[in-house]
């Protein structure tokens, strides 16, 4: 009986410091510093001509551990709107483990449907905000937990429409410099054959 008394105790025990260790966690990882940190336009998809259809960015977050001990990220989900209308969901998966006063730059990849967007609301959106939650991984001694506790992030920034315009303007050039060589080639294929 005092065997069964003493396993409920340290079971308790226990159950009572990982409760404490993910608040701990949690306090720690709220201490921490959760910056936008940029955004680069990878491409720019077209429908049909110069009609943009979608774009593909990757948005940087810079997390920085302030406190005085390991702290970890176990994976972000992310919700993207445009002039408030939620338009993507994408989740970044990479575990981070940050040691105090370190910092990393977590580049989080999307594609966003503008054709379809621009169709919907009818103008440019102006304004491009993430949602993020982060999971946290508690991390005692060398093993990692994962646990319930999530950090919400909010950003919010202008579209990056100069970028996006800088792409258009890339694939208008193309386009022109290919209609010319393929109007030259056909140009030099009715000559050809009508020298023969």
């Known amino acids: 009986m005092n ?4 396993l409920g105790a340290a079971f308790v025990l226990a159950s009572c410091a990982t409760v404490q ?4 966690a949690r306090k720690y990882l709220e201490k921490c510093k959760y910056e936008y940190d940029g955004l680069d336009v990878r491409d720019v998809h077209f429908s049909s001509g110069i009609l943009i259809d979608s774009v593909d960015f990757t948005v940087k977050v810079k997390i920085t551990d302030t ?5 970890a990220l176990d994976h972000a989900d992310l919700d993207f709107f445009l002039d408030g209308n939620e338009v ?3 989740k970044h998966k990479r575990f981070v483990r940050l040691a105090p006063q370190e910092s990393t730059t977590e580049p989080i990849a999307a594609t966003l449907p503008i ?3 621009l169709k919907t609301l009818g103008h440019r959106p102006e304004t491009m905000e993430v949602k993020a939650k ?3 991984t508690l991390l005692v001694g060398k ?4 646990t319930p506790i999530v950090i ?3 950003y919010s920034m202008p579209v990056p429409w100069d970028k996006i315009d800088a792409f258009v303007d890339k694939k208008k050039k193309e386009l022109e410099a290919k209609a010319a060589d393929e109007a030259k080639s056909a140009a030099k294929n009715v000559l050809n054959k009508l020298k023969l």
Do not use: A, H
């Open 152 to 154: 919400p992030v909010d």
């Open 134 to 136: 982060l999971w946290v």
């Open 143 to 146: 093993d990692t937990w994962k």
């Open 21 to 24: 260790q993910n608040i701990d």
């Open 67 to 71: 406190t005085d001990r390991d702290v």
């Open 115 to 117: 054709g379809g967007i």
């Open 3 to 6: 065997k069964f008394l003493l």
């Open 88 to 90: 993507i969901q994408t």
